[in-house]
Every structure is written in C-alpha cells, then in structure tokens.
C-alpha cells in the first residue's frame, strides 16, 4: 500500500467514525463545510461503500 492509499483510507475511517458519533445532519454539515476539493468522490465512494460494510472507523479496519 502506498502513502497515499494509506493516508485515504485514514481519511476514509475518520469520516465513518464522525458520522457513526455524530449523526447524519453533523456529518453532511462538516463534510460540505470541509470541502475535500477533488478528493471528495473518491472519499465519498469509499465512504458509503465502507460504511454498507458496517465499518465504522475502527483503527485499522478496511473491508474488502
């Protein structure tokens, strides 16, 4: 795994993390005022397709 992939896949889990804590309207809320400029599709695919995974930002966790 590259830096990136990891550095991505880091980003991805604390997404999950943050809306599993905080709820739906506070993720939609932080995600939009963030603004991931262009990496934002590809955190937002991986996003929903972790979290139908029911990966919720566990330390470590990427489902395959």
Not at 1 to 23: A, D, F, I, S, Y
């Amino acid at each position: 795994m590259t830096n990136e992939e990891h550095r991505h896949r880091c980003e991805v889990r604390q997404w999950l993390k943050l809306r599993q804590e905080k709820g739906l309207q506070e993720f939609r809320r932080l995600i939009t005022a963030y603004g991931l400029d262009r990496r934002q599709p590809s955190v937002l695919r991986d996003f929903a397709d972790q979290w139908n995974k029911s990966n919720r930002g566990e330390w470590g966790r990427w489902e395959k």
